[in-house]
């Protein structure tokens, strides 16, 4: 079946260092692959997502690109900022099929 | 202003009783879903309803029940057979789940506790 393999967090960084998230995923189909953002005691925003192999998603100064030939969809940001402390999920969705999850990976941003 | 509402925010639950989670949405999605998130962990999937009138189990239904009577109403009960209730619960909605590229809407979520 399919899957979603997430970098174990927590991530701690500096404000304005260079974030990557990895996020891996197997599936059978041809996945649409999304990136949703957790802030606390709150529920999944989306953050950005990607439809087909090769395409680029960004938004908010973050960036993720459709890896076919590596299964691959990491996350990336030039230069963090406190704000952007919350959790991130990487996610996959095949036609017809339930999203898909991975465990998350919480991030702190220290000043 | 459309969206998932989602009340209440704060539920507890004393043993043996049933409690019931709301879920009404306005975005006229087809497709939603209950979600149950224990602290640090991922979202594990408990309930779905792709139309009106049917229901599916996720991965984690036992000791929950849904009911799915009009388009912008999910709620999920959680009855007494759930032994650790306690978690965060998310609703969520769908356009149309027949698309791969139809991004899931969250709910701001329910905090259930066990008194």
């Known amino acids: 079946g399919n899957s979603v393999t997430q970098m174990e967090g927590p991530v701690t960084l500096s404000e304005e260092a260079f974030l990557t998230i990895n996020c891996t995923y197997t599936a059978t189909g041809y996945p649409s692959l999304f990136w949703y953002v957790q802030y606390p005691g709150e529920g999944l925003q989306l953050l950005l997502k990607a439809t087909k192999a090769d395409d680029k998603g960004s938004n908010k100064g973050f960036e993720a690109t459709y890896r076919k030939e590596t299964t691959s969809f990491h996350l990336e940001k030039g230069s963090v900022q406190v704000s952007d402390s919350a959790v991130y999920f990487c996610a996959l969705s095949d036609p017809g099929q339930n999203f898909v999850f991975g465990p998350g990976t919480r991030l702190s941003v220290l000043p | 202003d459309g969206g998932i509402t989602q009340s209440p925010k704060y539920l507890f639950r004393k043993e043996g009783q049933n409690v019931t989670l709301s879920c009404e949405q306005n975005l006229n999605h087809d497709a939603m879903y209950w979600y149950r998130q224990d602290p640090g962990q991922g979202l594990r999937l408990i309930y779905y309803?792709?139309?009106?009138?049917?229901?599916q189990k996720g991965d984690i239904a036992e000791g929950y029940s849904v009911s799915r009577e009009k388009k912008e109403s999910f709620p999920l009960t959680v009855t007494s057979a759930q032994k650790n209730p306690t978690a965060f619960y998310l609703c969520?909605?769908?356009?149309?789940?027949?698309?791969?590229?139809?991004?899931?809407?969250f709910g701001s979520g329910t905090q259930l506790s066990v008194l």
């Open positions: 309803s792709q139309i009106v009138n049917d229901f």
């Open positions: 969520a909605t769908r356009l149309d789940s027949r698309l791969a590229n139809e991004k899931l809407f």
